[in-house]
């Protein structure tokens, strides 16, 4: 049987993105098989009874796939239970009596909206310079005529499951973004499908990337936070292709290899 | 009837139709598509691989969505798998045979040549989506794998890992953002559209959108409007669909003249997470895959339930669907088990804590097989349900219950899937087309993509090229004026009726209503109580609904007031076409309606229609019409299923 649990939460609250913020405390009392969100729900709906605004963050398929949700909790990103998204976290996982402080992605490339709500867009800026095989539609040759070794679609699966939340951005002490872009970079970098374009690629994501997010210190936190195991090899491995990348491209505009 | 609903499907053999309607077709000359302005509503599989292919072709694009990013639509939660048939197997599958169990797992109620289509393209898909780069499970020689699914006898389902969805949206987006990179599409993320707008001649020529960032209400013009809104789930409050998934854009164009179309067909998933408490805020699905090595049961006697499964000996145990259906045992199709465990927790057999679900028992495939087997094939299934419910499945077993989980009804499109206003397409879950009364596994986001990559390029371009040469209706005429002032009204009387309860809280009691009276079995008696406490609670919302802060600001208690608005409206349609439809099929099951074994009883000769519901005025149950699209079978023979 569920067990109720009384707890005092300390909530980043922020009207807007020139508004200064600060934490606002709550208590509430919920069943331990909550899940995070329907405990946030539950205050929400407290908030509205004192009239007061509820607060404001982003969730959507509630199944831990659509990347939407992301809260720092307890200043851990998407909170204590490896390998699971806030959404699918559960409140039996804290304990009665518990203090839970609550605030949203913190980096300067994620820009806040309101409460623990946050502007990801430069992420479909990094994709949308490369992150994807030119092939219009219709153009496609037979789907068994490109054979792809079984190892080689797996790890390709490995980074592609990447969900797009931000949490290895919000881990990083520098903000950096390098777990996401490489996952997205190396899940087409590696299939056959994905060669034609894999310099350009690598090259246009890292900068976009450069532009919104900090650099690489290889903490490792990213990999510790993020929902879906993704592996910091893939960081090492979009090093290697940008820095190949950067040979390559030059000798393709006419200038002498270096190297 | 008052309205006209031509199919416009192609004559000649069936097999046929789909290229002899491309050739027939009118065409825009590649130099002539960036003189049309198409508007695409909704990024899921429909939405974006009709954005990024027709952005490819040259059409000058805008997208919209809800979401921070187009990747984020609900297709991304599919599991299980895309069917096609490519027979990759050598196991006899063909296009003939995935059209023909697609048209009898939808319990012959969609059209003909719609579902030959889908198996036509089905094929293509699957290439366009290796060649993006979707990775799809593959064999040591590098080829792709194959699983099978309900409904079928071949293995012609495609799958990555248990996130196809995710991978074929991600491809479909990826395909989106070189589009938008190049400037043929231009993204408008976190919008919700709010109305589409017609000229005056009743053709769809816009949109009202609101910018959930700053709350301006904004207009957009174009020379077609394409909805790929996705479907309805979410009028029971607890479905498997994403929270912000809404019937909005689809049911505004019902209120402007175009036909919903079954909305009474819904498709209940038997193997979800029941609800745990009153804090639930939405329902779990775990793989119909599940079924192949649990077996489930209920304890016979009702004061066993509240004790652990251990302590109930084997015959003591009912398996009750072994019992009634030896041949099929565990894996008869959806709807069957839906309303078989519903039986079971209705007469006092629910186990948990809330008696509220039903065993899926996996102890004797863990004897049989050792956990280890178990593990590999369903240890991330095993894994989620630990998490969301704190019990381990390898020492007790799950408990399940049904759940919304798909809508098969929609707005009503014909063959080039135009709905009947002119010039507003309707893509994948958002129309009725494909699936008739029940959806089979992994046709979905075959539909999806189906629609998005193949069907609507070609169709648009037909109705297209007779507005070459004509801008698009500017945004300062008055049907815009109209549109928008409604559409600010709307938020301006939900942001002023100050009452006292919450928008959830209403929607939680229109979920009631909807899942009671028109959930997995309905009847006469409960479908007409609830249409007499629908309209009330309507009533009651706009009076005592309770939206804080301000309309001009990014408010999410103001985005759901809308959205359950409409929900409120829909609800009674789909309630008044449940009690209308005076037979069983599919996933509509009408209690006065079955076989002497209890199964759904079809009256073909009545109901062999597609009942396409035209709007009325806000007295919904008094005021809409009926109009009937006859089902022309001839290629198929119908029959009764039987799972005996």
Redesign the interface.
């Known amino acids: 049987m569920s067990e109720m649990l009384n707890l005092t939460l300390k909530v980043w609250r922020q009207n807007g993105p020139d508004d200064g913020g600060r934490f606002e405390e709550y208590r509430t009392t919920v069943a331990d098989d909550a899940s995070f969100l329907e405990m946030l729900d539950y205050v929400n709906e407290q908030l509205v009874a004192e009239d007061r605004e509820p607060i404001a963050f982003d969730h959507d398929c509630r199944e831990g796939i659509c990347g939407s949700c992301g809260l720092m909790i307890n200043g851990q990103a998407h909170g204590p239970q490896r390998g699971t998204a806030t959404c699918q976290l559960h409140m039996r996982k804290f304990h009665d009596g518990d203090h839970i402080t609550i605030e949203p992605w913190r980096a300067g490339g994620f820009p806040l909206i309101r409460d623990l709500a946050v502007d990801r867009s430069a992420f479909d800026r990094i994709v949308e310079a490369g992150g994807y095989i030119t092939v219009n539609t219709g153009a496609a040759p037979d789907a068994n005529e490109i054979p792809v070794p079984k190892d080689v679609a797996d790890a390709a699966m490995d980074a592609a499951a990447c969900i797009g939340c931000g949490a290895c951005v919000a881990a990083c002490p520098n903000s950096a973004a390098q777990l996401f872009t490489s996952a997205k970079m190396q899940h087409l970098n590696l299939l056959p499908q994905g060669q034609a374009e894999r310099w350009a690629r690598s090259e246009a994501m890292v900068e976009t990337m450069e532009e919104f997010f900090g650099s690489c210190t290889n903490h490792g936190e990213c990999q510790e936070a993020c929902p879906k195991e993704i592996s910091i090899d893939f960081i090492a491995m979009m090093n290697r292709d940008y820095l190949k990348a950067k040979l390559t491209n030059r000798r393709r505009i006419g200038q002498r290899k270096v190297g | 009837m008052t309205l006209q609903l031509d199919s416009n499907v192609p004559a000649g053999p069936l097999a046929d139709k789909w290229d002899n309607h491309k050739f027939d077709l009118k065409l825009v000359a590649p130099h002539n598509r960036r003189r049309f302005d198409v508007l695409v509503v909704g990024t899921g599989l429909a939405g974006a691989?009709a954005a990024?292919?027709l952005g490819?072709m040259g059409y000058n694009v805008k997208v919209f969505t809800y979401?921070?990013?187009?990747?984020?639509?609900?297709s991304?939660?599919a599991q299980g798998g895309i069917n096609s048939a490519?027979n990759?197997r050598n196991d006899g599958d063909s296009v003939h045979r995935l059209f023909y169990d697609t048209i009898k797992g939808g319990d012959y109620r969609s059209r003909e040549a719609n579902v030959h289509r889908l198996a036509q393209v089905s094929v293509?898909i699957?290439?366009?989506?290796?060649?993006?780069?979707v990775?799809?499970?593959?064999?040591?020689?590098?080829?792709?794998d194959n699983r099978s699914f309900g409904g079928a006898q071949v293995a012609r389902t495609f799958y990555?890992?248990g996130?196809t969805g995710?991978?074929l949206l991600?491809g479909a987006?990826?395909?989106l953002?070189?589009q938008?990179?190049l400037g043929t599409v231009t993204?408008y993320?976190r919008m919700d559209v709010l109305d589409i707008v017609l000229d005056d001649d009743g053709k769809a020529c816009g949109i009202v959108t609101r910018d959930l960032?700053t709350g301006e209400t904004a207009r957009f013009s174009g020379h077609a409007v394409v909805l790929a809104t996705g479907g309805y789930g979410n009028v029971y409050f607890l479905s498997t669909n994403?929270?912000?998934c809404n019937v909005t854009a689809t049911w505004r164009a019902h209120r402007k003249g175009a036909a919903f179309a079954n909305p009474c067909y819904t498709q209940i998933h038997p193997t979800c997470i029941p609800a745990?408490?009153e804090?639930?805020?939405?329902l779990?699905?775990m793989s119909e895959s599940l079924r192949n090595d649990g077996r489930i049961w209920v304890p016979k006697n009702p004061d066993d339930c509240g004790k652990s499964a251990g302590d109930i000996p084997e015959d003591a145990r009912d398996y009750y669907l072994e019992r009634k259906y030896p041949s099929f045992g565990n894996l008869v199709p959806r709807d069957v088990a839906s309303r078989n465990a519903k039986t079971m927790v209705d007469q006092g057999h629910g186990v948990g804590?809330l008696r509220n679900g039903v065993f899926l028992d996996f102890a004797d495939s863990i004897n049989r097989l050792g956990e280890s087997v178990v593990r590999e094939r369903y240890g991330n299934l095993f894994d989620?349900y630990e998490?969301?419910?704190?019990e381990n499945p390898y020492q007790m077993p799950m408990r399940i219950y049904p759940a919304t989980h798909y809508t098969m009804g929609g707005l009503w499109v014909d063959y080039n899937l135009m709905s009947n206003v002119p010039g507003l397409f309707v893509l994948g879950e958002a129309n009725f087309s494909d699936h008739g009364a029940n959806r089979l596994g992994a046709s979905a986001l075959m539909q999806g993509l189906a629609d998005g990559?193949?069907v609507l390029?070609a169709t648009i371009a037909g109705y297209l090229a007779d507005l070459l040469g004509t801008s698009p209706v500017p945004t300062d005429h008055a049907v815009f004026d109209t549109a928008q002032t409604e559409v600010d009204d709307r938020v301006k009387r939900l942001m002023s009726a100050k009452g006292t309860r919450?928008v959830?809280?209403y929607h939680r009691e229109l979920g009631r209503i909807v899942w009671d009276y028109c959930g997995m079995a309905r009847n006469k008696e409960g479908l007409e109580k609830a249409l007499s406490e629908i309209p009330a609670l309507r009533e009651e919302y706009w009076r005592d609904v309770?939206v804080?802060?301000d309309g001009r600001?990014?408010n999410?208690?103001l985005e759901k007031a809308l959205r359950v608005a409409d929900f409120m409206e829909m609800a009674e349609l789909k309630v008044k076409d449940a009690l209308h439809r005076e037979e069983s099929c599919g996933g509509h099951f009408r209690e006065e309606y079955q076989t002497p074994e209890g199964e759904a009883q079809r009256d073909d000769e009545h109901f062999a229609y597609v009942a396409a519901w035209e709007y009325g005025g806000p007295d919904i149950q008094r005021d809409s019409v009926l109009n009937k699209e006859k089902l022309v079978f001839e290629n198929v023979k119908l029959s009764q299923r039987s799972y005996k």
């Open positions: 691989s990024a292919s490819e979401h921070d990013s187009p990747r984020r639509a609900h991304i939660a490519k990759y293509d699957i290439d366009q989506c290796a060649a993006q780069g990775p799809f499970a593959r064999e040591y020689g590098g080829l792709l990555a890992r996130q995710q991978q991600l987006y990826q395909a953002a070189r938008i990179h993204l993320n960032l994403a929270k912000q745990s408490d804090f639930q805020s939405k779990t699905l804590p989620m998490r969301i419910t704190g990559y193949f390029p919450t959830d809280h309770k804080l802060g600001t990014f999410q208690s």
